[in-house]
């Protein structure tokens, strides 16, 4: 009996002692009580304006296969995990904010951190951006439509000026063979000269293109022979059509 009112006694003093003084393990769950306040202090502090969807998380929701290991995805309090075992592994509160890449999750985080007009002021900002780069864009576009069509212009302008000359050699060399008559040889001539010297007086081609033209031919054509009957053949016509247009209509 003894015995047992020593150690009862004993039990008594021991509580009694740990109630009057704080010990290391009272000081240790205080400063895990502490951490977890401030944790929940910090957490609570991020106002996190986080979209419904994520771009990705949107082409998913509409019915877009994604074949990738990898995921990432924002958690309600903020933080980032990720898997690479597939979308499976993805929790499913959380599939309308995944990304397959760490930096994009990371820039949407820091946007949601944001207050709603800073972010409003962002979007309006990039939109600006968005809207000049879209801008000079078109406006380069425009002018190297404009410059090619400039340029095929004067192509166009530059080849009938080399034609009308390859006309005035040709048709005299049909006349010195026999093959084109002299009425025909002067119409063609005639009417290829008048077109040279309105490209010329409008400015369009240089003269001295067109003279460079018809020496270039006088020497391209200077073995004109059998082979070159056909064309002769096609000045005759082209001169008839030519004259037909200078007839005076019956009706």
């Known amino acids: 009996m003894?015995?047992?009112?020593?150690?009862?006694i004993g039990l008594f003093l021991?509580?009694?002692?740990?109630?009057a003084q704080s010990g290391p393990f009272d000081e240790l769950k205080?400063?895990?009580?502490?951490?977890?306040?401030?944790?929940?202090?910090?957490v609570s502090e991020i106002e996190l304006t986080l979209p419904e969807y994520s771009p990705l998380g949107k082409r998913i929701a509409n019915?877009?296969?994604?074949?990738?290991?990898?995921?990432?995805?924002i958690n309600a309090d903020g933080?980032?995990?990720?898997?690479?075992?597939?979308?499976?592994?993805?929790?499913?509160?959380?599939?309308?904010?995944?990304?397959?890449?760490?930096?994009?999750?990371?820039?949407?985080?820091?946007?949601?951190?944001?207050?709603?007009?800073?972010?409003?002021?962002q979007e309006e900002e990039r939109e600006r951006i968005a809207a000049e780069k879209k801008a000079r864009e078109e406006e380069a576009a425009a002018k190297r439509r404009a410059a090619q069509?400039?340029?095929?212009?004067?192509?166009?302008?530059?080849?009938?000026?080399?034609?009308?000359?390859?006309?005035?050699?040709?048709?005299?060399?049909?006349?010195?063979?026999?093959?084109?008559?002299?009425?025909?040889?002067?119409?063609?001539?005639?009417h290829a000269q008048k077109e040279i010297k309105d490209y010329i007086a409008k400015g369009l081609v240089p003269k001295e293109y067109a003279?460079?033209?018809?020496?270039?031919?006088?020497?391209?054509?200077?073995n004109f022979g059998y082979e070159q009957m056909e064309m002769c053949e096609l000045f005759k016509v082209t001169a008839q059509m030519l004259r037909s247009q200078t007839e005076e209509d019956l009706f």
């Open 63 to 73: 019915g877009e296969a994604v074949y990738s290991d990898t995921f990432y995805w």
């Open 149 to 190: 069509a400039e340029e095929n212009k004067k192509k166009k302008n530059y080849t009938a000026v080399e034609n009308n000359a390859a006309t005035i050699v040709a048709a005299a060399k049909c006349m010195e063979n026999y093959w084109l008559s002299a009425q025909d040889e002067k119409l063609l001539k005639d």
């Open 14 to 19: 021991l509580t009694l002692s740990f109630n």
């Open 2 to 8: 003894r015995k047992f009112s020593c150690f009862f």
């Open 211 to 222: 003279n460079k033209q018809i020496k270039n031919y006088r020497v391209m054509l200077a």
């Open 30 to 42: 205080k400063g895990l009580e502490d951490l977890n306040t401030v944790q929940e202090s910090v």
């Open 79 to 121: 933080t980032i995990a990720s898997t690479n075992r597939g979308w499976s592994r993805v929790p499913k509160p959380r599939r309308h904010l995944v990304y397959l890449d760490r930096n994009e999750a990371e820039k949407e985080l820091a946007d949601a951190s944001i207050s709603p007009e800073e972010r409003k002021a």
